[in-house]
Each structure stands twice: as structure tokens, then as C-alpha cells.
């Protein structure tokens, strides 16, 4: 069924018709806005909500209870899940809302071009009737016109009394009258013919046509709904997989939670290492008094053989002050050794250190070794670059190097003497690059030096920490062998060191020492003078070259 053909008369009705087909349209599209404003708004309370209750973090609030973490997993979860929220909104606004408005202009262009034809067809069948009416008219005043002249001159040719001259003046008239009639008649049936030729093009070719274009847009218009409809769906379809991960995620995370590793993770973060309490000895102020047999009290048995209360029974300010553990625990200021825990979270908060300390420590060599075999190369080819170039940055690297073995020396002392262990010359020492820590006996004596370098523009890099040294008779013992030390290598200083220490070497920038004993890995290199004197110097402060025969062996 056409609209040209069934509803040929209906112009005004399907003039509204297709207007209400655009309003419908677009009142869609404001649904669709609207809808997307809401999946806007609710991805965006979904991200405050997950901002709100998982903010950023220190590195030591990093959540550890398995409830925690699966609480920020399925944080996390949810943030995933308002992007894809987002994802919808943008899919709609893009594939559907914008799709909408595009069609929609589209729409209205084309209904008003359809209508406007229409109407001027219209306005041409109107123009053709009213021709053809004008005609019918003129030929209807004509006929009239031309009747009362026949009348008139009926009436004076049978009237006896009127003259020759009367009679043929009115059949003069009625002759006028009568073509003028005829000439009214053919044109009125010629208007009336191009009238039904117009109408007939009007109702069965023009009309048909604008009719049949409106129907198409029409239905172009529904099947486009359709389409927006399937897209509508298939934006928040495509989600869906996604979403069920999100949602996967968060079953997975709250199966992950455990209860047993979160006491177990309690008991590790507040066990304080100390032994429970002893009981407290009855401690009798009544000894002095006499007492007669007959009392009836009960008396405290005396300490047999005048043994004394063990002092470790008594009630002492130390035994009070470990009351807190069944009480509140007292402030206690946070100290760089941690002293202020109780022995085993000291523990594992030094052994926390050490370890970051190590990783620390192993960049800063793979670092130096880069910048050295970088050297080799430029000192093989020249045009690469200038192999001086780097000795500042090696300098920085060595520096850094001997500050973080300082500090796990330090920290591994505080370890040892929370574990009760006695660090001795070789028990302890680790490899040469990480968690290093120097030997009895290979560290500078007490006290601090300085050295300041001839050279503005070259800095000496971190001497050995001087704190972790021990006493000079140590360095004392070393030096006092009968047979002096077989030179192994020679070193050139690239810095001055004031050797202000006992057990150290005092040498100049740019002077040659000989090396009689290498690098234990504390940071010293034991040297002599060419006069003979002999003592340690800091490793990087000296560019070292060693014998083939000694790197043989």
C-alpha cells in the first residue's frame, strides 16, 4: 500500500504525520542523551568512591591483611567496572545520540522540500480550477447577456409599433451578444479541458510522487530507529564480557581472603619478642617482729641458709615498665635504629632496611660496572668519546657505593646485636659489592678526617665511615710482622688523603704507592711508599693497577 495512491486527499494529515515522526525522533534522542548523562554521572561517583576509599599510600600503609587487599582488589574491580561505564556513555553519545541529531536535521530538510513541492503543486491545480472558474463564469454572464438581447429583440420585432431602425440595431445586439456567448464557451471548455489534464497530473503523477517520497523518508525513519534501538543494546552488550571479569574479579578477591594468614600476619606485626612476666616472690616486711608459739597467725617460712630474694624476682622499675604490654603502651620517640621496639619487630624492621639497603647497593654496581666497561670503550676508540668524561660520574657512583655499605654495616650491627650474635673478623662478610661491611682490623682507627682535593673541580668520593672502626693497636698488630709484604701492584692517587688516622697512609694527588694488599671489600687497600712507609688508604681514592703475576694467582 502507497500514500499516493490510498491517501491522496490526506496532504494535511500526512503533512502531521511526518512532523510527529521527527518530534518522536527526536524526543528519542533526548532519551538517549539523558540516559548517557546518567552513566556519565554514575561512572564518575564510582570514581570518587573508589578514590575516596583507597587513597594514595605510603609505601609502609601497603594493605598486608588478606580482607585488605581483597578490599582494594575489588576497588580496583570497581574502577574498571566506571571506565566501562564510561565506555557506554561515549559509545552512546557517539553511535546513537550523535546518529540522532545527524538524522534528525537530515530529516527536516527533506520533509520541507517534499511539502514545499507538494504545495506548489497544489497552488498550480488551484491556479488551473480558478482559471477554468473565471471562464465558466464569463461564459455563464455572456449566455445571460445574450438571452435578454434575443429577448429584446423578439419583443420589438413583433411589435408593431416600433421602427425598422430599432429592430436592427437589437438584432445587431443580439448578434454581438450571441458570438461573444460562443466565444465564452470555447474558452471555458478549453479551461475546463486544461483543468482536468492538471488534475489528473495533480492527483495521479505529482501527488503520488511527493506522497511516495514522504512515505520512504518516513519509513527510512523508522528503520533508523530500529538501527539506534540494536545499537542502544549492542553498546552495553559489548561491555558485558568485560564487566563479568570485573565482576570475576571481585568473587576472586573475596574468595582470597583468608583468615588464618590474616592472625598469622597480626601476630607477626605485634609480637614484641619479650618473655610472659615471672610470678612475683611474696616479699614479707614482718621478719623483724617475735612471735610466740601460741600465735594462731600464719607466719612466712624463712629463706633456709640466709639465702637473699633473687634480684630477679623483685619488683623493679624494668619489670613495671613492661606492664604495658597488658596496658597501654607507652610513646616512645622513633629512633634510627629502631631502638625504641621490642626486639623481634627491631628485627624485622632492620632486616627490612638491610634487604632495600642491598637493592640499593647492587644498581649502584651494575651502574659502576656500565660506566667502567663504557670507559674501556672509549679508551679502545677514542672517537666514541672521551673516556674522562665519565670519571666524574664513576667518582659519584663510587661515593654513593661506599655510603650504602656504610649504612648495612651499620644496620647489620644493629642486627647482630639484636640477635645476639658477636660479628667477627669473617663470620659476617658478605660479598664485595653488596651487603658489605668492613673487617676488624681493615677500617680507619676512632675519629673523623677530612680531605680536601688540589683540584676545585674534582670531588673525592665517600671515605669508609670512620665510626664502625675499631681501636689503633688492631692496625698496630697488622704492621708489626717481621717480613715486609711482597708488593702485588701500584696504584696512582687521584685524590689527596690527609691519612690524619692511626693505621692510615698519608699520600698526594697524582703520587705512586705500591699496593701490598688488595681490598678485603671494606673500602681500604693497604700501600707503601717508596720510603718504605706503609698503611691504608681509601680504595676509591686510588686508580689501581695490579701485577699479571698477582691477577694469575
Not at 96 to 124: F, I, N, T
Not at 240 to 249: D, N
Not at 262 to 285: L, N
Amino acid at each position: 500500500m502507497t500514500w499516493g495512491t490510498e491517501l491522496w486527499d490526506q496532504f494535511e494529515n500526512l503533512d502531521k504525520h511526518t512532523q510527529w515522526g521527527i518530534d518522536f525522533l527526536e524526543r528519542y534522542s533526548k532519551f538517549v542523551k539523558e540516559r548517557l548523562e546518567i552513566e556519565q554521572t554514575y561512572a564518575k561517583q564510582l570514581r570518587n568512591l573508589v578514590k575516596k576509599y583507597c587513597p594514595k599510600r605510603s609505601k609502609d600503609d601497603e594493605p598486608r591483611f588478606s580482607s585488605c587487599v581483597s578490599f582494594y582488589s575489588i576497588l580496583n574491580e570497581l574502577n574498571d567496572y566506571a571506565g566501562q561505564r564510561e565506555v557506554v556513555a561515549e559509545e552512546m553519545g557517539h553511535k546513537v545520540y550523535g546518529e540522532l541529531m545527524r538524522y534528525s536535521q537530515d530529516l527536516k530538510s527533506e520533509r520541507k522540500q517534499h511539502l514545499q513541492e507538494g504545495r506548489k503543486a497544489q497552488q498550480y491545480l488551484d491556479q488551473c480550477w480558478k482559471q477554468m472558474d473565471n471562464s465558466k463564469k464569463k461564459f455563464e454572464r455572456e449566455c445571460k447577456e445574450a438571452e435578454k438581447s434575443q429577448i429584446s429583440y423578439d419583443r420589438l420585432d413583433n411589435d408593431i409599433n416600433a421602427t425598422k431602425s430599432e429592430v436592427e440595431k437589437a438584432k445587431s445586439q443580439l448578434y454581438l451578444r450571441t458570438h461573444s456567448a460562443d466565444e465564452s464557451k470555447n474558452e471555458y471548455a478549453a479551461q475546463l479541458q486544461n483543468f482536468n489534464g492538471e488534475q489528473w497530473k495533480h492527483f495521479n503523477v505529482a501527488i503520488p510522487q511527493i506522497f511516495k517520497n514522504l512515505q520512504d523518508m518516513d519509513e527510512r525513519r523508522t528503520v533508523k530507529l530500529g538501527e539506534t534501538y540494536r545499537s542502544f543494546a549492542d553498546v552495553e552488550r559489548r561491555v558485558v564480557p568485560i564487566i563479568s571479569k570485573c565482576l570475576e574479579g571481585m568473587v576472586t578477591a573475596a574468595k582470597a581472603v583468608d583468615q588464618r594468614k590474616d592472625s598469622a600476619i597480626v601476630v607477626e606485626s605485634f609480637k614484641s619478642g619479650f618473655e610472659p612476666p615471672g610470678d612475683y616472690p611474696f616479699e614479707d616486711y614482718s621478719q623483724n617482729l617475735s612471735r610466740t608459739g601460741s600465735d594462731n597467725t600464719i607466719s612466712t617460712p624463712k629463706n633456709e641458709g640466709g639465702v637473699k630474694p633473687d634480684p630477679k624476682h623483685s619488683i623493679s622499675k624494668t619489670a613495671k615498665n613492661k606492664l604495658w604490654l597488658f596496658g597501654k603502651k607507652p610513646k616512645a620517640p622513633s629512633l634510627e635504629d629502631f631502638s625504641h621496639l621490642p626486639p623481634e619487630q627491631r628485627r624485622k624492621r632492620l632486616q627490612a632496611r638491610i634487604d632495600e639497603l642491598s637493592k640499593e647497593l647492587q644498581k649502584e654496581v651494575d651502574q659502576r660496572d656500565a660506566l667502567n666497561k663504557m670507559k674501556d670503550v672509549y679508551e679502545k676508540n677514542p672517537q666514541m668519546g672521551d673516556p674522562q668524561s665519565l670519571q666524574p660520574k664513576i667518582s659519584e657512583t663510587m661515593c654513593n657505593m661506599e655510603k650504602l655499605r656504610s649504612e648495612i654495616h651499620k644496620n647489620e650491627s644493629w642486627l647482630s646485636e639484636v640477635e645476639g650474635k658477636v660479628s667477627t673478623r669473617g663470620d659476617r662478610r658478605p660479598s664485595a659489592d653488596v651487603n658489605h661491611h668492613a673487617p676488624h682490623g681493615r677500617e680507619s682507627p676512632e675519629g673523623s678526617y677530612t680531605d680536601v682535593p688540589n683540584q676545585e673541580h674534582r670531588s673525592p668520593p665517600h671515605q669508609p665511615d670512620p665510626r664502625q672502626a675499631h681501636q689503633p693497636d688492631e692496625f698496630d698488630d697488622e704492621f708489626d710482622d717481621d717480613d715486609p709484604l711482597p708488593v702485588i701492584g701500584h696504584c696512582k692517587a687521584l685524590y689527596s688523603f690527609n691519612g690524619q688516622n692511626e693505621g692510615t697512609l698519608l699520600m698526594k694527588e697524582n703520587e705512586v704507592l705500591y699496593i701490598i694488599e688488595e681490598d678485603k671489600g671494606d673500602g681500604w687497600t693497604r700501600a707503601r711508599k717508596q720510603s718504605g712507609e706503609e698503611g691504608y688508604v681509601p680504595t676509591s681514592y686510588v686508580e689501581i693497577a695490579m701485577e699479571k703475576n698477582s691477577k694469575d694467582s
